[in-house]
């Protein structure tokens, strides 16, 4: 009996190998739009949150591919979670092009932080941007 039970446990283990472990790429699948962009610099903020045919949708496919559209243009990326709290675009030789702290990634919310280069000389500088996007519906 017990030696049953251990089989069907170790059966039991080797079958969860085959399901995701980090739901957050499941999350990220589908396609995604603008509600807002907040810049901070060095204390001040300000909210864009107007969308406008400026702003893009991204589409984040299965395979790991990124669809960027802005009017009737698309730009195909490479798109990986290296930790769970990271997301990092690079283009199709895997050169790192952009990379984001995921602040929040649930199945209709995603918020991204990317820290900015400062626009002055000198230290104690604090440049971010915070994009916040829900997800589009599919049809």
């Known amino acids: 009996m017990k030696k049953n039970l251990f089989t069907l446990l170790l059966i039991a283990g080797l ?5 995701p472990t980090n739901m957050k790429e499941r999350n990220l699948e589908g396609v995604w739009r603008t509600d807002s ?3 901070f610099v060095n204390g001040f903020s300000f909210t864009n949150n107007t969308f406008d045919e400026h702003w893009s949708t991204f589409e984040y496919t299965e395979d790991g591919f990124l669809i960027e559209r802005k009017k009737d243009k698309a730009k195909t990326y490479r798109y990986t979670l ?7 675009y690079a283009d199709s030789l895997g050169k790192k092009l952009s990379g984001f702290q995921i602040l929040k990634l649930t199945s ?6 990317k820290a900015q280069k400062p626009y002055l000389p000198g230290k104690n500088q604090e440049l971010f941007e915070v994009r916040f996007f829900s997800k589009m519906n599919s049809k």
Request: proline share 5%; charged share 20%.
């Open 37 to 39: 962009i907040n810049n």
């Open 108 to 113: 209709d919310q995603l918020i991204l932080k």
């Open 82 to 88: 290296p930790t769970s709290d990271s997301l990092v």
């Open 15 to 19: 079958c969860r190998c085959n399901v």
